[in-house]
């Protein structure tokens, strides 16, 4: 690994099928990056704690939401999470409870501070998960996608306030 890809800051989101949740997460998070001229701080993907349907484009409808919104998803295809995904990632970001169970059972105990709870970011919110929209209508792809958008901009808040800890540059002659 580089000096620069040792810097850069590694977010895996994570749901069940990789096809719904967190590719919109990743596309979320990634416009946010691009927004703000940070992407080439980050390094972002998503996973499925499944491979139901692994080597699939997200579900045509979370594209459709995505596109309505100035979000290109189409160069996403779904993987399983792996094991080295837990020592390569910084923030592994599951959608909902189910997920974060599956994750703390496959994750190394030293490394169980790197997972988190995505809708934790956006206590506003009042709700514990992104609900699977999978079975429903177009508007559960909505309220998805409006609860990821809360929950992206909360990660990147809290991202960025563990960086200035970390560099000491929130305390008075800090640098
Ligand atoms: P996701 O949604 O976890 O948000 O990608 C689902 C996709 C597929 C299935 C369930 C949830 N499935 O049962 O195939």
Redesign the pocket.
């Known amino acids: 690994m580089n000096r620069l890809e040792c810097e850069m800051t590694k977010v895996l989101f994570v749901?069940?099928?990789?096809?719904?949740?967190?590719?919109?997460a990743e596309g979320v998070f990634r416009k946010l990056l691009e927004d703000r001229k940070m992407t080439s701080q980050f390094d972002v993907d998503s996973a499925?704690t499944?491979d139901?349907?692994e080597g699939h484009s997200p579900?045509p409808r979370s594209q459709e939401e995505a596109r309505r919104r100035g979000i290109d998803l189409g160069f996403i295809r779904?993987r399983p999470v792996r094991p080295e995904d837990f020592t390569r990632f910084d923030y592994i970001v599951a959608?909902d409870n189910a997920?974060l169970d599956e994750l703390e059972e496959r994750c190394p105990d030293s490394l169980t501070h790197r997972l988190h709870l995505f809708t934790s970011f956006a206590p506003e919110l009042g709700i514990t998960g992104?609900p699977?929209?999978?079975?429903g209508g177009p508007k559960g792809f909505e309220r998805?996608f409006d609860i990821i958008e809360a929950s992206a901009r909360g990660l990147l808040a809290h991202i960025e306030r563990a960086k200035a800890v970390s560099s000491g540059a929130d305390t008075p002659g800090g640098q």
């Open positions: 749901c069940l099928g990789n096809i719904c949740r967190s590719p919109t499925g499944s139901w349907h579900d779904s959608m997920n992104v699977d929209p999978y079975y998805v």
